[in-house]
């Protein structure tokens, strides 16, 4: 059985994802959900869960080499950006089904001995092969806004095909430690045009395996349906017309023309 002393969770919900901007207008909702892991509780949760493991296949598993580094281990680059050693970190992430995983973002939240948000590292991947992860720290911080924790940083990555022009992130957390509800909105504004928002809220509950088996029949193949559901909006884009363009070998953001702010002919 799932052990009592674990605070690693499971978190069911609903992902927004909605666009605005001259070329289209789309706004789609869908079920989603994500494990909400102890970082120092892996090997426990390994030991403890059959339908989970880490480092070994399983209905659901967790592999350090699907992160960049092939690590989960951030203390180097906490150090390398003059981040503080967090007391507790949480890594918001979709979990391998079946052998496979795409992540379109993973969270790693640090809390300090409070209980505190104090730093977020967002590991952004994009569906050509890119990868980056984001450092969020005092230097990026914004002003908290009714309790949410928020950061700021310059779009480093290409993501979308659709959207280019220099841009920036915005994270915003309401996602307190002891908390049973989590919600991370992510917003891209190029120039003054908030172009793109998405937002997850979900329910948390604890990661055992009643919780896992009910995911598998509700969520069924949950990472096949996150690649797919990315190719279907991408092919309606496509079919409305939206300019389309694929990245360098890089990966850098395509900065100009920037395509999002021209009016449509």
């Known amino acids: 059985m799932h052990s009592r002393s674990t605070s690693s969770q499971l978190a069911a919900g609903t992902l927004l994802h909605a666009r605005r901007d ?97 730093s977020v590292i967002a590991e952004v991947n994009n569906t050509y092969g890119g990868r980056r992860r984001y450092v969020l720290g005092p230097a990026q911080r914004l002003p908290d806004v009714r309790g949410r924790v928020g950061f700021r940083h310059v779009r480093e990555l290409f993501v979308s095909p659709f959207l280019h022009g220099d841009a920036d992130y915005e994270f915003w957390f309401d996602a307190p430690l002891a908390g049973d509800r989590i919600a991370i909105s992510m917003h891209v504004d190029v120039g003054d045009n908030r172009a793109f928002i998405a937002r997850f809220d979900a329910a948390l509950r604890p990661l055992t395996d009643r919780a896992l088996a009910g995911a598998a029949l509700r969520y069924p193949l949950m990472t096949l349906q996150v690649i797919s559901l990315i190719h279907l909006e991408a092919l309606a884009l496509r079919l409305r017309g939206v300019p389309y363009r694929r990245p360098d070998r890089d990966h850098r953001p395509i900065t100009s023309p920037p395509a999002i702010l021209s009016r449509p002919p």
């Open 22 to 118: 001259n070329h289209a207008r789309r706004t789609f909702r869908y079920p989603v959900y994500m494990a909400d892991l102890d970082l120092a509780e892996l090997p426990a949760l390994d030991r403890s869960l059959r339908l989970f493991s880490y480092r070994r296949r399983n209905l659901y598993s967790l592999d350090d080499r699907d992160y960049e580094g092939g690590t989960l281990d951030l203390a180097e680059l906490r150090a390398a950006n003059g981040l503080p050693v967090p007391a507790t970190t949480r890594l918001i992430t979709n979990l391998k089904t079946l052998g496979y995983v795409f992540n379109p973002v993973s969270f790693f939240l640090d809390y300090d001995v409070r209980g505190a948000l104090t």
